[in-house]
């Protein structure tokens, strides 16, 4: 098991922090390009490699997730359609894993099956986004990155349009 925390900060035109255990020590670095259409995030290690990318498009009214690992895997993350609960299906060659979560605490879950291989944890009364990600299998441990960024990025999205 491993307990990861993100923190962005309040005021930001692109995204750019650290993902770090709970020692404060980073594993990864988010940095999000400046684009008008869509959304594209690069995610490396401590190194500076690249891990994976994650590029946000749309079909039909939701948006879908392509993200990219280093050794050309592709995965694409579905927001599905569900009253009061988010719910994303992950498409990966030979199975499906799927997450669901309370948009209002803004908790989720990654599930194989049945398994939860992982959960986000919003932090409440915090300066920023923070969160918590706890990962059971760390086999899952890029994905269940990739997932919390594609998360954080819906409800981002989300709040300003119901904002405005």
């Known amino acids: 098991m491993q307990k990861l ?8 035109l692109t995204d750019h922090y650290p993902i770090v255990k709970e020692n404060q020590e980073a594993v990864y670095y988010v940095d999000q ?11 490396t290690d401590t190194n500076g490699e690249v891990v ?6 749309f079909t039909f009214f939701f948006p879908v997730y392509t993200i990219t690992f280093a050794n ?16 994303f299906t992950i498409e990966i060659e030979g199975f499906v894993l799927n997450v669901e979560g309370d948009f209002l605490a ?14 986000i944890n919003k932090k409440w009364l915090s300066w920023g986004d923070t969160y918590e990600i706890t990962i059971y299998d760390e086999t899952f441990m890029d994905l269940s990155v990739a997932v919390l960024i594609a998360v ?12 405005s």
């Not at 050309?72 to 609960?85: K, L, M």
């Not at 803004?106 to 959960?119: C, D, G």
């Open 106 to 119: 803004h908790n989720y879950s990654l599930y194989n099956e049945q398994i939860e291989l992982a959960s």
């Open 72 to 87: 050309g895997e592709t995965i694409t993350i579905r927001n599905d359609f569900s009253w009061f609960r988010h719910k």
């Open 5 to 12: 925390y993100i923190q962005q900060a309040v005021f930001k």
């Open 152 to 163: 954080d990025e819906l409800i981002d999205t989300q709040s300003k349009n119901s904002s």
């Open 52 to 57: 994976f990318t994650l590029e946000r498009g």
């Open 33 to 43: 390009t400046f684009q008008f259409v869509g959304k594209f995030y690069t995610v």
